[in-house]
T-cell receptor
Framework: QKEVEQNSGPLSVPEGAIASLNCTYSDRGSQSFFWYRQYSGKSPELIMSIYSNGDKEDGRFTAQLNKASQYVSLLIRDSQPSDSATYLCAVTSNRKLIWGLGTSLAVNP | DTGVSQDPRHKITKRGQNVTFRCDPI?????LYWYRQTLGQGPEFLTYFQNEAQLEKSRLLSDRFSAERPKGSFSTLEIQRTEQGDSAMYLCASSADNEQFFGPGTRLTVL
């Protein structure tokens, strides 16, 4: 059974701080990695995709991938209260997305 | 609006009734996915289409669930003889490559 694991949280950070979200996966053959943001009662929204080892930056978001360690992370700089949501990590395995349970992030004003 | 759309957004039904949901993908996307999500869980894969071909269906899915994508455009998901355990958010996503984009979902409540 291919798995994706995330800390459920809640992760609480003050406004303006860096939020760090982590994800590990079991399938060494996985090639594509995604972070989705999901507000309560809403559908997941794609915020970052990463395919090769290293860092990928997009605005306040940075995704980091280490395939050797089977680890992918998301950093949110200058966290805002509007970033408060559940962050889902998803990894491709056999053409399907395997999802973590998500990490709940609370950004406190 | 050129995003994924789903209809209806909410559905309340009585146990034993049949329900059908519709998904309209982003127009240039040839892949379409159905997921189910319950509170505190990640999306659970149900089925996947490439154009009109249904390429994969979850083994967890009972025979009460069926999906179609007759012309490779919109898709429907039907649940027959609904049960209370079917209550969930039903999500549709579409993609042209690896990135999947989700619609707003249909929230099903089975009484």
């Amino acid at each position: 059974q291919k798995e994706v694991e995330q800390n459920s949280g809640p992760l609480s950070v003050p406004e303006g701080a860096i939020a760090s979200l982590n994800c590990t996966y079991s399938d060494r053959g996985s090639q594509s990695f995604f972070w989705y943001r999901q507000y309560s009662g809403k559908s997941p929204e794609l915020i970052m995709s990463i395919y090769s080892n290293g860092d990928k930056e997009d605005g306040r978001f940075t995704a980091q991938l280490n395939k050797a360690s089977q680890y992918v992370s998301l950093l949110i700089r200058d966290s805002q209260p509007s970033d408060s949501a559940t962050y889902l990590c998803a990894v491709t395995s056999n053409r399907k997305l395997i999802w973590g349970l998500g990490t709940s992030l609370a950004v406190n004003p | 609006d050129t995003g994924v759309s789903q209809d209806p957004r909410h559905k309340i039904t009585k146990r034993g009734q049949n329900v059908t949901f519709r998904c309209d993908p982003i127009s240039e996307h040839n892949r379409l996915y159905w997921y189910r999500q319950t509170l505190g869980q990640g999306p659970e894969f149900l089925t996947y289409f490439q154009n009109e071909a249904q390429l994969e269906k979850s083994r967890l899915l009972s025979d009460r669930f069926s999906a179609e994508r007759p012309k490779g455009s919109f898709s429907t998901l039907e649940i027959q003889r609904t049960e209370q355990g079917d209550s969930a958010m039903y999500l549709c996503a579409s993609s042209a490559d690896n990135e999947q984009f989700f619609g707003p979902g249909t929230r099903l409540t089975v009484l």
